[in-house]
């Protein structure tokens, strides 16, 4: 399994961004899908997953601002981010789970500044 992450870029903050993970295959049958994030110099911290029964889950700064969706027939899953903060610069990666191993994308870089 490939995942291909896009749509970072650099946005004011108050801004919005959706940033869209497409896989190599077909991800009806991944039971989750999540996003992640790096800050410099921090660890990677989960942001949110989408699971294949509809049950979204978020961290807590993620709430209220990003929502996670997924697309079946596009094979996509998505984070609408909005109100975007300074903190929420990162590196955000995209990661599903197939037979018990763990894929992840290769990241696109958030930027929050004035």
């Known amino acids: 399994v490939q995942l291909q992450a896009s749509g970072g870029g650099l946005v004011q903050p108050g801004g919005s961004l959706r940033l869209s993970c497409v896989a190599s295959t077909g991800i009806f049958n991944f039971n989750v899908m999540g996003w992640y994030r790096q800050a410099p110099g921090k660890q990677r911290e989960f942001v949110a997953h989408?699971?294949?029964?509809?049950?979204?889950y978020y961290a807590d700064p993620a709430k209220g601002r990003f929502t996670i969706s997924r697309d079946n027939a596009k094979n996509t899953v998505y984070l609408e981010m909005n109100n975007l903060k300074p903190e929420d610069t990162a590196v955000y990666s995209c990661?599903?789970?197939?037979?018990?191993?763990?894929?992840w994308g290769q990241g696109t870089q958030v930027t929050v500044s004035s």
């Open positions: 989408s699971y294949n029964d509809g049950f979204t």
């Open positions: 990661m599903t789970i197939s037979g018990g191993v763990e894929y």
